[in-house]
């Protein structure tokens, strides 16, 4: 893989990167029995620091909770294994990823006394939607595949079977030509992105689609929320009609692994005047970026600050 590090952290112990292997058969691997997250560490003045970890872990816990899978580790433990796991690569910033799955030993779709393991990585990832996409813009596609729903899956647990539905929607946009997908919830209303949340602004105010439209409840998102507020905003969580990305003033999108993305062109229709990133949405990634990279001192407490390596 690019990018590889050294190590793995697996089940309480630190792995070769090439060693870090499971069998073929299992559990998760055929039935898609695993909750995973995506966390990202940026080198900041205080040092390598893990953005909003904690809500991270919490997220991880809450995921396996909704699909009865015990994690054998706590909380503070997984904290610690991850900041190990950084220092022990040496990396000063990276893409993290935690992930708690069914293991070896007992096949059928009934899993649980299916071992639980835990794997976490680290690797050096650059901006997931391209290194143009923050300053340039995405042109996205609405998807045909719908958002997973409530009534069959999970929309609140990041789950490993799960993005089947992203996957979907991700090649059906890419074979298009597009670089993202938006995907409309199972009645029809704007849900989010393969792999991010989404925001619009008209008039000036920010609406972005509610915990009940079957969105992951993203950590960028509460963030950005919670930063546009500060920042004197309104911002509505509320159903918005596909139609109103269209006449949007702006539109972004935001998650982990992407951060803060503009979308210039939706279904080839420009979005705002010329499809050049929005003022509000240019405000908000600005802050963001303070905020993720520690420069912020009003947001200095949704870093994680890895500690420093003790000389061998
Ligand atoms: C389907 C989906 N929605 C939204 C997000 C954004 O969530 P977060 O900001 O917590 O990364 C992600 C990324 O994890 C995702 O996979």
Redesign the pocket.
Known sequence: MENAADFIWMNGEMVPWEDAKVHVLTHGLHYGTGVFE?VRAYETARGTAIFRHQD?ID?LFASAKLYYMPIPFSREEIRAATHDTISRNGLASCYIRPIVFRGYGTMGLFPLEVRVDVAISVWKWGAYLGDASKTDGIRAKVSSWRRIGPDALIPHA?ASGQ?LN?ILAKIESHKAGYEEAILLDHVGNVC??????IFIVRDGTIHTPPQTAS??D????RSLIQIARDLGYTVLERDIARAELYLADEVFV????AELVPVREIDDHAIGEDGRPGEITLVLQRAYDDALHGRSERYAEWLDVVPARAPA
Do not use: P
Request: aromatic share 4%.
């Open positions: 995506g991270h997220r990041k993005y992203s989010e992105g393969s792999g991010e949340n969105i992951l993203g950590v960028s998102r935001c998650g982990t692994a």
